[in-house]
């Protein structure tokens, strides 16, 4: 699976801004698919997920409300809707993607669970 995420930029604290992750490969609904964020000096962490057959979601606590996870099969791109931002959103965004590895699955959300990512995306927010 390969993925390419674009849509970063600088932009004021209180706007919003759609990031978008084109994804392209084998089984794509064999997997579950991310978007993490990683600020200067901290670890990678997650923001959301959705599989990519039923489009389940999965969301941060601390993110639910401002920013909203898609996807859209037939152009095979997932998009991360991001409002109300303000500069602790200030990161290098990626997308990735994680093999199913049981029919009981939930959207991970965690850096180790998944297997490929994209190349990110810068997103400033100045107060």
């Known amino acids: 699976v390969q993925l390419q995420a674009s849509g970063g930029g600088l932009l004021q604290a209180e706007g919003s801004l759609r990031l978008s992750c084109s994804v392209s490969g084998r089984f794509l609904d064999s997997h579950v698919m991310g978007w993490f964020r990683q600020a200067p000096g901290k670890e990678r962490e997650f923001v959301a997920g959705?599989?990519?057959?039923?489009?389940?979601?999965n969301y941060a606590d601390s993110l639910k409300g401002r920013f909203t996870i898609s996807r859209d099969n037939a152009k095979s791109t997932m998009y991360l809707q991001m409002n109300s931002l303000n500069p602790g959103d200030t990161a290098v965004y990626y997308c990735?993607?994680?093999?199913?590895?049981?029919?009981?699955?939930?959207?991970?959300?965690?850096?180790?669970?998944?297997?490929?990512w994209g190349q990110g995306t810068l997103v400033t927010v100045s107060s």
């Open positions: 959705i599989s990519w057959s039923r489009g389940r979601t």
């Open positions: 990735a993607a994680a093999r199913i590895r049981s029919v009981y699955y939930s959207v991970y959300d965690k850096v180790s669970e998944y297997d490929y």
